[in-house]
């Protein structure tokens, strides 16, 4: 069994950033791909961005060159640099644990989820 505990949001004005940390439970948080997700009000999860174990990342298009996503398998933390956010980000932003290998980008084929943590972004 893996815990998730996301911290980190916030409210924040346009232009600013924010940074999300993930806290994982167990012994092989290296070897998971993690991932965030985030829910707008309305609209479905959707995904953010990912790591791989081997220290491959993807990005959603929508968040490229703003977001970074960087893990420290020391720490069990995962984590979420946002910066340049914009309104159209505000959602609660989701972690994520996919155990073993395979696609990565649907929130089905997550194994284990935060409680998420909230993020709103002012105009």
């Known amino acids: 069994q893996v815990q998730l505990v996301e911290s980190g949001g916030g409210l924040v004005q346009a232009g600013g950033s924010l940074r999300l940390s993930c806290a994982a439970s167990g012994r092989t948080f290296s070897s998971y791909i993690m991932g965030w997700f985030r829910q707008a009000p309305g609209k479905e999860r959707e995904f953010v961005a990912n790591?791989?174990?081997?220290?491959?990342?993807y990005y959603a298009d929508s968040v490229k060159g703003r977001f970074t996503i960087s893990r420290d398998n020391a720490k069990n933390t995962l984590y979420l640099q946002m910066n340049s956010l914009k309104p159209e980000d505000t959602a609660v932003y989701y972690c994520a644990a996919k155990v073993g290998s395979g696609s990565a980008y649907d929130t089905r084929e997550y194994d284990y989820w935060g409680q998420g943590t909230q993020v709103t972004v002012s105009s």
């Open positions: 790591s791989w174990s081997g220290g491959t990342t």
